[in-house]
């Protein structure tokens, strides 16, 4: 049973989401604040979270970027199609504009949980690369590849996101307490080691730079 973390100050919109949710067969929980919802990832590591983005405490905004390796749909009033780009490219799976029709977020919902496994596992692919984050390891087609803490954190964040671009900001955001060496000024020389790396293994050039962005794993050919 998937368990859904729902974070919004609004009690209505928050009852009609966890009973709507829990006929559909989910277990749900609630924050209503930003903060909340940080103290509610320490207990319990939920499957999906729906996210209001005006909140009390954190903002949505400021939440997010804490969320890595979790689908996010975003649920906001804010509709411009700036707020929409900025959201989905900082990590965002989805984003549902409020009001939103029911029927058509409990869809959402759905389609995301059905992608989730793949990047929510202990063991993530993509195409020949496989990275344990149990044992920490990293192969291409069964060999080992020898990476630094930092670019191995570099690589499962790409991974646990593969279809979406991580910025920057948000790469030096979510690795930088871990791996103190991972600077503004440093990141191109890890990632160039990085790819290097994986090209050298066999795995091609499976990390790609979007200009101006940040960096997405690549398509496979």
């Not at 009973?19 to 559909?24: P, R, S, T, V, Y």
């Not at 804490?66 to 996010?72: D, E, Q, Y």
């Not at 649920?75 to 799976?93: C, N």
């Not at 690589?155 to 790469?171: D, F, G």
Request: charged residues 25%; neutral net charge.
């Amino acid at each position: 049973m998937s368990r859904i973390l729902v974070v919004d100050d609004d009690i209505h919109i928050g009852n009609l989401l966890q009973e709507a949710l829990e006929g559909e067969g989910y277990r749900v929980s609630r924050a209503y604040s930003g903060t909340e919802a940080v103290l509610t990832l320490e207990r319990a590591r939920p499957d999906l979270i729906l996210l209001d983005l005006m909140l009390p405490g954190l903002s949505g905004e400021e939440v997010l970027p804490k969320l890595a390796g979790i689908p996010v749909i975003v649920v906001s009033a804010k509709a411009d199609i700036d707020s929409k780009t900025a959201l989905l490219l900082g990590g965002a799976a989805d984003y549902v504009t409020k009001p939103f029709v029911l029927q058509e977020l409990l869809a959402r919902v759905a389609v995301r949980l059905r992608e989730a496994p793949a990047r929510q596992g202990r063991t993530l692919a993509f195409g020949p690369l496989r990275l344990d984050s149990d044992t920490r390891s990293v192969s291409v087609n069964g060999r080992a590849v020898r990476l630094t803490r930092t670019e191995y954190a570099i690589l499962k964040l790409l991974m646990a996101n593969p279809a979406q671009v991580v910025t920057k900001s948000r790469l030096l955001g979510e690795i930088g307490q871990d791996t103190p060496d991972c600077t503004e000024s440093s990141l191109k020389t890890h990632m160039s080691n990085l790819r290097k790396k994986l090209r050298d293994a066999g795995a091609g050039d499976c990390i790609e730079s979007v200009w101006g962005i940040g960096f997405k794993m690549a398509a496979l050919s």
